[in-house]
Structures are given as C-alpha cells and as structure tokens.
C-alpha cells in the first residue's frame, strides 16, 4: 500500500530526537510506516530505507500477531483519542525487547492523517527512564511541559498567529486577543535589521530550522530578549504550512553578556598596557643579558637590577595573570590566547630570572652544602612521584633499577635532588611518547655511578662537546628550551659534591649520563 503523500513534521519529532531511547515513528492512516525517527532505529535496528512502507506490525513476532491485533491498537487511538501498551516487540536482527507504544491520531479539522507512534524500549531503560516514562506518554504530554518552560506561539504560513501559551501572554504583556491574528511585528523591537528577519524566513521557508536570538518589545513598552527556536511544519509538497516558534527568556543573561563585554574591553585595554610594559622588560633583559655575555665584570651589577627592577614585577604580574586564568571561562576566546601567551612568557621570563640568580650563587661561591648521608633509592623514588604526571600525561615509562640496598653516598640530598629532576625534566621533554628512561646504579669501592639512560632521538656529535657550557643550548635533535643554564648548574653542583657528570649519546639510540658520587662520609655529616 503506497503511505500517503502528507506528511506532518511534528514539533515531537525535533524533540525527542534529543532522547536516545525513545523513537517517533508516522503512520499512514492504515498503519503503514511514512516517517522514521533516528530514535527507532537505535531502538529496532532497522535503518529508513529497509522500513518504510512497512506495516507497523513488523515489530510484533509472528506468534503474537493474533493475540495482540494490531489493528484495534489503530482503532482504539481512533475512539479513544490515543492508545497505550506494553508488549514484546521485534528488532530488525530478530531478538526481541520489551517496548511500551504510545499511538495517537493526528487529524487536519476532521480528516484523519494518519497516527504518531512512540516507541520506547523498557526492557533495558525502565529505572533510569521511569521520570520520563510518567512525563512522556504521548505528545500532549510534552506540549503541557513546553507551556510550563518556554515561550511557544503557533503562525500559518503568512505568520499569521494562531496560537499562544500563558507563558507568551505573559512575557509579551499582551492578552491572548489581542496576539491572535496578529503578526510578530506587534512585539519587533526596532532593534534587529531588516536583512536580519529575511534570512530568518528564508531559512524557515526552505523548511530548515532557524535558531537565533531575538529582542522583543512588550505592550508596556519594555524590551526582552528571547532565545528562538524556529520549526516548519511540512505539507504533501514539502511546503511550510505553519510554524511553531519556542522561545526562552534570556533577557537577565543578555544583561550579563553586556556587562562582562564591557569589563572585558576594559581588562583587554589594562592587558594591552601590560603587554606593553612588558614587552619593554623583556626588551631591557635583553640588553642586559647581551651586555653580561660581552662583559663578565658587569655581572654584579646585572644581578642587581634583576633582583630589584625585574623579578618583584614579574612575581606580581604572575600573581595577576593567575588571577585571569583563574576567570578565563568569562573571558573573549581572543583574549584567553593573550593570557596564555602572557603568562607563558612571564613564568619563562620569571624562571630565567631565578635561574641567573642561582647561577651567580654557584659561581660567586655562596652555595652551602648540607652534608648529610644520601639514601640513593629514596632519592630517585621521590623524583619519580614528583615527575610522574608528566610522565604519564607526556606517555613515558620511567624505571628505577636501583636495589633499596643500594649504598649510601655522602652529600646534599636537596641540591642532588635538583640534579636528578633537571636530568630526567631534560629526558622527558625531548623524548617521543612511548620512550622509556631507566636509572641504574654501579657500585665501586669508594664510589657509585648513577646512569640515566633513555631511549630518545639521541644528542649529535657536534653538540656533546658543549652540553655543560653555560648559556648552551642544544641544536634541532634536542626541542629548544629553557635558558641552557640547567645542565651548567648541574655541573656546578657534582664540582661541589667532588662529584663528576658526564653524558654519552648516539643519534637514534638514546643518551645516557653518569653521575659520579662519592661513598666516603665527610666530617659534617655527622
């Protein structure tokens, strides 16, 4: 039997296509399938082109066709306005689900059209659903929960309106009288352009969907914004007959946009002046760092303006850009990227600082080692579960094959610990996921080695040589980063410990350095 040529889009089928475990299917007035809900075939199974035409009582088993007579579910929607059961249906793979139908019949005046069907599988959804279930019998249903949240009006083909709830009544401050047969040029605002409400109804007219925001002007004289959800209903030629427009109120979060743009403009203003600012200290450390390069007795007095004319507003211009970060979600996406770009470059330009500054202590001779006996495996467990979330985020495996018996060394367990971590940060950086980094340990008589080995891209030849000069950094085989003062310090620090440090690599076998530490237990220790 060939459906009939009307078919109704219903303001259920846009709906529920949002619910994943319900399905609307059209019926033809004899009960034959005319319209498939995406729904129904996550619930059946059967996809549109292999379905339509089909007789809804598909869905039964063959056994219970008799017992269940499809077609008084027809005639009961008939007589009693809709019709409502639970029973076990067929899925297109032949198993079966329990579904619950509800089937309504849809009539222009008093012509019949044809009949809606929703299908919802109880079988496995039953708990979670049991709210809906109670809230989502047939269609009036969710025509009762649209009037109690949204804003709903009905127009023919002119935009004639037939139709409004309370709730649109009551925002419009007009009474139902005087909205019916009226257009929607009795609430227009001014605000929007005319090219505006041509692109609406042309999309509307071509039978799609239009979403939008708009401003409405209330019989007081007052305005609201609206957030407007446009749908066409379709006749046998695929034309819009009427439309239903649903609507929420947005008029507060408008409001709040506002001010938020407003605040914005003014933090993009005072980030512009910072940026500026800054770009001049960047501009003036640049300067200096080029004078220190040239000329090392000028290192005093650039450790001196670092200390007071460049650190204390870097630490507060990042106590600040915290503060953004901390309200980005309110921020414009473009301003969000010039947070980021700032506070990456503050915290690279703050560590650079205090990187100098510890390197000037190495070398003017004020660091003081806290001698102290130096449990290895203790040492090298605590680096991993400080480093590990990098590890794992950055997919690096990390291997500790120091035994627990491993001996003891003498030593500053801090500024060692600074060793281990600036070697394995290094390893992990410039590492590709899946790497591994292992650390060994040798035993000698008075001495240990500790090796850090990974797996890596490996270091050239021409750069080895350089790795531990100070302002080093390494060439396109290693990523580019920091200020190359890290491994200098490390360096520094195995000198103080009278210690050694050394690297060893081959390009695309990976790059191991070894650490020389001393067994014998100085005086200080005790």
């Excluded at 399938?33 to 059967?46: F, K, L, V």
Aim: charged share 25%; hydrophobic share 35%; with cysteine.
């Amino acid at each position: 039997m060939t459906p009939p040529n009307i078919r109704t889009e219903l303001l259920a089928h846009q709906l529920i296509d949002s619910i994943q475990d319900f399905a609307l299917i059209m019926l033809d007035p004899s009960g034959y399938i005319i319209s498939w809900h995406p729904g129904a075939e996550r619930i059946t199974g059967y996809q549109d082109t292999c379905i339509m035409g089909k007789h809804f009582s598909c869905f039964y088993p063959m056994a219970d066709i008799q017992a269940q007579k499809p077609e008084f579910a027809l005639q009961n929607a008939i007589s009693d306005g809709q019709f409502e059961s639970e029973y076990l249906s067929l899925k297109a793979d032949q198993s079966t689900f329990w579904a619950r139908i509800a089937i309504k019949p849809l009539y222009t005046q008093e012509t019949l059209l044809g009949f809606s069907l929703i299908m919802r599988n109880i079988s496995q959804r039953y708990e979670a659903q049991s709210e809906l279930q109670k809230t989502l019998k047939d269609l009036s249903d969710i025509k009762f929960a649209l009037d109690q949240s949204a804003i709903v009006a009905i127009t023919d083909r002119h935009g004639t309106i037939t139709y409004v709830n309370d709730t649109f009544c009551k925002i419009s401050k007009y009474p139902r009288e005087m909205l019916l047969g009226q257009n929607h040029r009795l609430i227009n605002s001014g605000y929007h352009t005319k090219a505006f409400f041509k692109e609406m109804w042309q999309t509307i007219g071509q039978g799609k969907v239009w979403q939008g925001e708009i401003k409405n002007k209330a019989k007081d004289g007052s305005y609201y914004w609206v957030d407007t959800t446009i749908i066409p209903f379709l006749d046998e030629n695929q034309k819009p007959y009427q439309y239903i427009a649903i609507r929420y109120e947005i008029t507060d979060r408008k409001r709040v946009e506002s001010e938020i743009r407003q605040l914005n403009e003014e933090m993009e203003e005072r980030i512009y002046q910072r940026t500026a600012e800054l770009e001049a200290a960047n501009l003036k450390l640049s300067e200096t760092l080029s004078r220190l390069q040239e000329s090392e007795r000028l290192r005093s007095t650039f450790i001196s303006a670092l200390t007071h004319d460049l650190r204390t507003p870097l630490v507060a211009q990042e106590r600040a850009l915290e503060i953004l970060n901390n309200h980005r979600e309110k921020l414009p996406p473009k301003l969000t990227t010039l947070v980021e770009r700032l506070s990456g470059s503050n915290t690279g330009l703050l560590s650079m600082v205090n990187m100098l500054l510890e390197t000037y202590q190495y070398e003017a001779g004020k660091i003081n080692l806290v001698w102290e006996s130096v449990n290895l495996y203790d040492l090298v467990e605590t680096c991993f579960s400080e480093i590990a979330t990098l590890a794992e985020f950055k997919k690096i495996k990390l291997q500790n094959h120091i035994s627990p018996d491993f001996p003891v060394v003498s030593g500053d367990a801090h500024h060692l610990k600074r060793v281990f971590m600036n070697l394995l940060g290094n390893a992990i950086e410039n590492i590709p996921a899946n790497s591994l980094i292992t650390l060994r340990g040798n035993n000698h008589a008075d001495h240990v080695v500790i090796e850090v080995e990974d797996n890596g891209p490996g270091i050239s030849p021409e750069t080895l040589p350089h790795l531990f000069e100070r302002y080093f950094i390494g060439d396109h085989t290693r990523k580019k980063i920091g200020t190359g003062l890290g491994l200098y310090i490390c360096k520094m620090i195995m000198e103080l410990h009278m210690g050694d440090i050394s690297v060893k690599s081959e390009l695309e076998k990976g790059t191991c350095f070894s650490i020389i530490l001393s067994k014998h237990i100085r005086n200080e220790d005790a």
